[in-house]
Each structure stands twice: as structure tokens, then as C-alpha cells.
């Protein structure tokens, strides 16, 4: 599994627009992606940082998503108020850990 990071700042008071905006335009699109996998959000309101990650089953999945994720971050760079790309980084995921689920007696 890989991982792309991308990294924005906007003004602290923009942050619920930004993340609406990551949620209704953004997410979408990239849930179309092959191999992709998920993503996760993380904001810092009080410095107003935007972080996400999007999750990739291989490289090749995550490479081939590289040119419409940058498009996908140049449109949210713009339509984010005040918003600045910081850095956008790839990884190889060594791990991901989940809650086990748990399974109910049948009745």
C-alpha cells in the first residue's frame, strides 16, 4: 500500500470551508482513482493546516493518479480561500492498523 500526503494551509477560519470543500469536490473525483483505497483528513484549526492522505493498494495505482491529483490540488488551492500548497509527499505504507471487528453470536 502507498500513501500520498499533501499538506495546505489556509487562514484558521477557513478550515470548515476547506474541508467541505475537500468533501463535496475533491473526494469524489479521487474515489474514481484505480487502487485507490481511502483517505483520511487531518486539520489543525488553530494554525489552520490541512493535511490529507490518500491510500493507494500499489505504486502503480498511486502513479498513475499523479497528474489529475495535482490538477485536483491546483483547483482546491484556488477555489480555497487563501490557501497555500506546503508540500505534497508519497510513501510506502509499513503500516496500517484498524480495530478488529467484532462478530455477534447468531441468535
Given at each position: 500500500m502507498y500513501a500520498r500526503v499533501t499538506t495546505v494551509e489556509?487562514?484558521?477560519?477557513a478550515v470548515d470551508a476547506a474541508v467541505r470543500q475537500f468533501e463535496e469536490v475533491t473526494?469524489?473525483?479521487?474515489?474514481?482513482?484505480?487502487?485507490?483505497?481511502?483517505?483520511?483528513?487531518?486539520?489543525?484549526?488553530?494554525?489552520?493546516?490541512?493535511?490529507?492522505?490518500?491510500?493507494?493498494?500499489?505504486r502503480e495505482p498511486l502513479d498513475s493518479s499523479r497528474e489529475t491529483a495535482k490538477?485536483?490540488?491546483?483547483?482546491?488551492?484556488?477555489?480555497?480561500?487563501?490557501?497555500r500548497l506546503i508540500s505534497v509527499e508519497e510513501f510506502e505504507v509499513a503500516l496500517r492498523a484498524e480495530p478488529a471487528k467484532k462478530v455477534s453470536a447468531a441468535a
Open positions: 489556509v487562514p484558521p477560519d473526494l469524489p473525483q479521487i474515489q474514481s482513482f484505480p487502487g485507490w483505497e481511502g483517505a483520511t483528513m487531518f486539520v489543525d484549526r488553530e494554525n489552520g493546516v490541512v493535511r490529507t492522505l490518500a491510500y493507494f493498494s500499489g490538477r485536483l490540488r491546483s483547483d482546491f488551492v484556488e477555489r480555497a480561500q487563501s490557501a
